[in-house]
């Protein structure tokens, strides 16, 4: 029964890696991690709401600019066309946050993994189709608050079946709770229920953004 609110194994180990390959340097390394990106293509990125930028701003280490980014309306679409008047607007004035988040849109188009594509590779590989039909189901579990535990995940999930793992996804960088999670359910039949129970119907506190429960 497994419940994690930190940074997990696989996360230091995958840190470690990257140490790694970062000391090695050379044109090889670069030519295998640009191999390695996963697609996001720009047309989706401009359909992205403003939760969704918010989401992907914390999978980053930006998460101090949200509040601006929410307060300013800032979908995908606006994302991609920000000019440098527009950012120092919305707070991204320091040199370190410009930096990080100049590089951040280079990589996104450049097809970087962000938002819950990101927290699904540093986690694990979600349920196949396969896996949904003959054994345990992981369940994406987002619009979590950012002070719930991998306690409160649990004890959301519990009421459609046993829950194996519940886990809240936390910034590598920072420790900051990400605001989505994993909760790997015993059966489908208890992942389908709490799919329609609680995608888009219902929240974890009042006044928060209904939760986004999928495979």
């Not at 307060?71 to 991609?80: R, Y």
């Not at 008047?85 to 590089?103: C, H, M, T």
């Not at 046993?162 to 809240?168: C, D, L, R």
Request: contains cysteine; glycine residues 8%; charged residues 25%.
């Amino acid at each position: 029964m497994a419940c994690t609110d930190a940074v997990n194994a696989d996360t230091l180990a995958a840190e470690l890696g990257e140490m790694v390959i970062s000391n090695l340097g050379g044109e090889d390394n670069e030519s295998q991690a640009s191999t390695n990106k996963r697609d996001v293509p720009v047309t989706e990125v401009r359909g992205w709401s403003v939760e969704q930028v918010c989401d992907w701003l914390r999978s980053r280490g930006l998460s101090a600019l949200e509040g601006s980014f929410v307060e300013n309306d800032i979908t995908g679409a606006e994302l991609l066309s920000l000019d440098t008047n527009d950012r120092l607007q919305l707070g991204i004035s320091q040199v370190g946050v410009r930096k990080r988040f100049e590089e951040a849109i280079e990589l996104l188009r450049q097809g970087e993994p962000s938002g819950r594509e990101a927290a699904e590779a540093e986690h694990s590989e979600g349920s196949s189709a396969e896996d949904r039909e003959t054994g345990p189901v992981k369940l994406f579990v987002g619009q979590v608050p950012r002070e719930a535990t991998c306690e409160d995940l649990r004890a959301l999930l519990e009421e459609f079946g046993q829950v194996i793992e519940a886990v809240v996804l936390r910034d590598k960088f920072t420790g900051d709770a990400r605001g989505c999670g994993f909760v790997k359910l015993l059966s489908r039949e208890a992942a389908e229920a709490a799919i329609q129970t609680l995608h888009n119907q219902r929240a974890m506190h009042p006044n928060h953004s209904l939760l986004q429960v999928q495979y």
